[in-house]
């Protein structure tokens, strides 16, 4: 079945302690989106990528980035995590950057700092 | 800018009632309104979506929910709670930014469903 995939679902990192999570896709799809998302809150979009050109939010930390090797894979990088960025990162892929296009998520990846 | 509202942060029924989420938008364009599902240490799943066709959209597991232009509403509705149904709901509205030409999903706050026997 085509699906998004996250690797790994949960992990443990140490404060300052680089982290990269990853994700997968194989619905060949052009866009791939990160979010972060907090114990009860909605999921929140840090940056995604159309192909190969990124898009950062306005408010997303310099402390997050992103690269995405080929249309299969995209990782997050969090350079020096605090204890703040701990939360559950959901990546997400659309087939292209049309407003009425579904985005497909991925099962998440739960992040913890020590 | 477009936002959602979901009211209600916590929704409470018994097995077999009615489910109602709310959802209130706001748009300056025709939106696109989508309903996410979320299990517990999930990713979200699309339980439908409207992008202008039919008012009323049918989706997955017997929801559905109708656009009211009107009332810049996009409530989720299901006849018969099931156990299985306990979950967080999001509604969001699809805002496609002009100068980058995104698909952009705004995710309301959200709306936890518990269903007890």
């Known amino acids: 079945d085509a699906m998004v995939i996250q690797n790994p679902r949960y992990q443990v990192t140490q404060f300052g302690k680089p982290v990269t999570l990853s994700c997968s896709q194989t619905?060949?799809?052009?866009?791939m989106y990160w979010y972060q998302q907090k114990s009860s809150q909605a999921p929140k979009l840090l940056f995604h990528y159309y192909d190969k050109d990124f898009n950062n939010e306005a408010d997303t930390p310099d402390n997050f980035q992103s690269r995405r090797p080929n249309t299969s894979f995209c990782f997050l990088d969090i350079r020096s995590p605090g204890l703040g960025d701990a939360a559950m990162y959901l990546c997400?892929?659309?087939?292209?950057?049309?407003?009425?296009?579904?985005?497909?998520f991925g099962p998440g990846t739960r992040l913890t700092v020590t | 800018a477009q936002s959602v509202t979901q009211l209600g942060s916590h929704v409470s029924v018994s097995e077999g009632a009615l489910v109602l989420l709310r959802c209130n938008y706001s748009?300056?364009?025709?939106?696109?309104l989508f309903w996410y599902v979320q299990y517990p240490n999930q990713g979200l799943q699309l339980l439908l979506k409207y992008t202008s066709a039919a008012t009323l959209v049918k989706g997955i597991n017997g929801f559905e929910a109708e656009f009211k232009k009107s009332e810049t509403s996009f409530h989720l509705t299901k006849p018969s709670a099931h156990m299985s149904d306990a979950a967080e709901y999001f509604c969001?509205?699809?805002?496609?930014?002009?100068?980058?030409?995104?698909?952009?999903?705004?995710f309301g706050a959200g709306t936890r469903l518990a269903v007890h026997p």
């Open positions: 969001a509205v699809s805002d496609l930014m002009f100068s980058g030409g995104y698909n952009k999903l705004i």
């Open positions: 748009s300056s364009v025709p939106p696109y």
């Open positions: 997400a892929t659309s087939r292209d950057q049309t407003a009425s296009g579904e985005q497909y």
């Open positions: 619905l060949n799809h052009n866009v």
